[in-house]
């Protein structure tokens, strides 16, 4: 079903009003309005049978409390008037402390996370002369992210990590993979994929983080967008600094096998908790694998 509202950047949206609203000490301009339009937008993309994060779950409450006025912007406007801001602001501040520690709590998932992948990665560092690491970035155009929820995000994934498991067609090979994923302002719902292949047996890095590209598009009939990390601008950022840690690695470079463990670890960087999903489809929904 098409959604009318991009859920990925109202859930953002929200997020932010509430950690402005809990930190202010005088009434935000508009304030009645601005919250008004978000619930809103809240009441046509919520689902009771997903998991938000804190700050959607302060809205959630005043959502279902006010579930009589949703159909009248005007009456909901109304009513919403008649609470008072500091009582509002009580509400968020609590769903706020809440928020930091879910913060809190990722960061330490994503540190665990970041460890475990650089220590695959050294061992197979180790074990093999040359690896060829691919990274692709897939994610959804702006213009059909009111299309795509978290719903359709994870579908989508789970299309691809049964590739992945299978090792079909351009997967055939695969010593190690990883994904992660995140939710930002301007992508919306993506993920970081890395793929790490025998050097011996693979070569062509743009070519394999191309196909990947094309797969996502067929796995989201057309809807999905990729980048790929091996186009030659982007290669000659890092390359010009020294920093270049994908493609192909020799374990007797040390400097290359540094760099490569570098970027892995940027994968899943505990300090990008701006990325982090706002909604999950199941509680224990996974982020990293």
Wanted: hydrophobic content about 35%.
């Amino acid at each position: 079903m098409k959604k009318v509202v991009n859920e990925s950047k109202l859930l953002i949206s929200i997020e932010r009003f509430v950690e402005n609203v809990a930190e202010r000490k005088i009434q935000p301009r508009n304030f009645y309005n601005d919250l008004t339009d978000l619930l809103i937008q809240l009441d046509q993309i919520y689902d009771a049978d997903f998991y938000y994060s804190a700050p959607i779950g302060a809205f959630i409450e005043m959502l279902l409390d006010m579930d009589e006025y949703l159909d009248d912007r005007e009456q909901l406007l109304d009513r919403l008037n008649d609470l008072s801001f500091i009582d509002i602001q009580q509400i968020f501040k609590k769903h706020y402390r809440r928020h930091n520690r879910e913060l809190r709590d990722h960061r330490s998932s994503e540190s665990r996370n970041t460890k475990i992948l650089v220590q695959r990665m050294k061992k197979i560092s180790d074990r093999y002369s040359r690896i060829l690491v691919v990274r692709v970035d897939l994610a959804y155009p702006l213009k059909y992210q009111d299309q795509i929820g978290i719903q359709e995000f994870s579908d989508d994934m789970d299309v691809l990590r049964t590739r992945l498991r299978d090792q079909d067609t351009i997967f055939k090979g695969l010593i190690e993979y990883a994904w992660a994923l995140e939710q930002g302002e301007e992508k919306g719902y993506h993920c970081h994929l890395l793929l790490v292949y025998k050097g011996s047996e693979r070569r062509n890095a743009f070519w394999l983080a191309k196909q990947v590209g094309k797969l996502w598009s067929r796995i989201t009939e057309d809807q999905g967008c990729h980048f790929n990390c091996h186009g030659t601008a982007y290669l000659k950022q890092f390359s010009d600094r020294k920093r270049l840690g994908i493609g192909m690695i020799n374990r007797n470079n040390p400097d290359e096998v540094k760099n490569m463990l570098d970027t892995v670890a940027y994968l899943v960087r505990p300090e990008k908790e701006n990325q982090h999903l706002r909604v999950k489809c199941r509680k224990r929904m996974r982020t990293f694998g």
